[in-house]
């Protein structure tokens, strides 16, 4: 008999703790979950699936408007958010259930309730205040949204409290340039609501291509947002008219509702990490090796909490090279580079691989860059303003394609399979023997 009650205690249901521990569970160990809030964590509750389901009805607004270029005639068009939400939030309640489903069918137990670290073996379940042991935990928390410390923050609203509004502002304020910001200026904007943008760099999307961060200012702009640079908030005041929110330029913006988005920090407050040596670096994401080991011996961590890759698809792949490594002696480092992702403004970005920032810094002049813009097909009947782009990146005499960056309608279903590519280690000449499928948009990135 173990002398602990679990054999592996996931603290967080969310997708990489989840497939942890049905993984776990199906090698015939004895595993237990806690979840503070729903099963499915931030993508299925408040995050990438309420979202793209936000970004689809702002984007028919759109389209029906563009349906007229093409010949439909549409007469008393309106919109109801109520009607939205609530489907939103029927669906989310469903895969919500499906997550909890999953962990019961394969013999795991469900905790509903927070966990804090008692020492290295043992959590408690707060709401209970029962104490439980396990042989080795995993944490998989993932983040949470962060907001300035400035007075008044009391009156704006994060992320999480976007997707359960009674009803939409005439007027909105978001705060921060990068994908959260710019994806619900868009949800906004698309929804008849009078949108800025405000952030405090030259572009949004930090860290994405510089010819990719320039358009997508550009499309914002088109799509009804007043974007600011250069300025960063400093105060919120509540008036008869609404909000009042100061900046450090000396301006004022008055709006109905104030959204912060200013970044995501691992949810590691209060989870008594100190109690079983987990060390956590200065943003309070733990500290692991490439097994995803902490700094104890028997705590693991995967996903957002570790803030190496934030994206569901990456939390899942480490929970299961978790699996692999503790309990079927295999150990499994999850390879972190060449991660196809995307970004859904209107229209949508989509990446893989380095940038031209990064490729030029770590290969030199031995890099080639092919681009294209233009005008979708679909938007020339339409009217449409919003241009497609494409860069490809090669290194190397072989001209090995390291990096690829798409501004465009469907690009995040053309990158995942670009991905494939770019993992492969494909080379320009492969990608010019391929053919085109014409007419596409994606059939220009064989013909670069």
């Known amino acids: 008999m173990s002398k602990y009650d679990y054999d592996l205690f996931v603290i967080g249901a969310g997708s990489g703790g989840v497939r942890s521990a049905r993984l776990a ?53 309106s919109f109801d958010w109520a009607s939205l939400k609530n489907a939103v939030q029927t669906e989310v309640s469903r895969l919500s259930g499906i997550y909890e489903n999953i962990l019961d069918k394969n013999g795991a137990t469900l905790f509903s309730e927070r966990a804090e670290f008692v020492d290295a073996h043992t959590v408690r379940l707060t709401t209970s205040g029962r104490e439980v042991t396990a042989k080795t935990i995993l944490i998989a928390v993932g983040g949470r949204p962060w907001m300035p410390e400035i007075k008044g923050i009391e009156h704006a609203i994060m992320s999480d409290d976007a997707f359960l509004l ?11 340039g990068g994908y959260i910001a710019s994806e619900f200026a868009g949800i906004f904007a698309g929804m008849g609501v009078k949108t800025i943008q405000a952030y405090r760099g030259d572009a949004l999307l930090r860290g994405f291509d510089p010819e990719v961060r320039e358009l997508v200012g550009k499309h914002q702009e088109i799509i009804g947002i007043d974007v600011k640079y250069y300025i960063s908030p400093t105060e919120i005041k ?21 959204m912060m988005a200013t970044g995501r920090h691992p949810h590691t407050i209060g989870l008594g990490l100190e109690n079983a040596g987990v060390k956590v670096d200065r943003a309070g994401a733990i500290i692991v090796d490439e097994y995803s080991r902490s700094s104890a011996k028997n705590i693991y961590a995967v996903g957002d909490v570790t ?8 939390a899942i792949r ?56 233009f005008r979708p097909m679909k938007n020339i009947l339409s009217g449409k303003e919003q241009r497609c782009f494409m860069k490809l990146i090669t290194q190397g005499r072989k001209e090995t394609v390291i990096g ?34 014409h007419p596409t948009l994606a059939e220009e990135i064989v013909t670069l």
Not at 34 to 52: F, I, L
Not at 166 to 176: A, S, V
């Open 318 to 373: 480490e929970g299961a090279a978790f699996v692999e490594t503790v309990f079927k002696d295999n150990p499994t480092a999850y390879d972190h580079s060449n991660i196809a992702s995307a970004v859904f403004t209107r229209p949508p970005v989509g990446v893989v691989g380095l940038s031209e920032p990064e490729a030029r810094e770590k290969f030199g002049d031995k890099i080639k860059v092919y681009t294209t813009g």
């Open 307 to 314: 803030n190496r890759v934030n994206l569901t698809p990456v």
């Open 238 to 258: 509540k008036s008869s008219g609404g909000l009042i929110v100061s900046f450090d330029d000396g301006s004022k913006i008055g709006t109905d509702m104030v």
């Open 166 to 176: 009674d009803q939409l502002p005439e007027r909105c304020l978001i705060i921060g």
């Open 404 to 437: 690829i960056h798409l501004v465009g309608d469907d690009t995040p279903e053309i990158i995942q399979a670009l991905g494939i590519a770019v993992k492969a280690g494909l080379t320009k000449a492969d990608f010019d023997a391929t053919c085109a499928v």
């Open 25 to 77: 569970a199906q090698l015939g160990k004895k595993v237990a979950v806690a979840e503070e809030s729903r099963p499915g964590g931030t993508c299925v509750v408040r995050g990438c699936v309420p979202k793209k389901y936000l970004v689809y009805g702002a984007e028919f607004g759109a389209s029906i408007e563009a349906a007229q270029k093409y010949g439909w005639s549409v007469d008393n068009v």
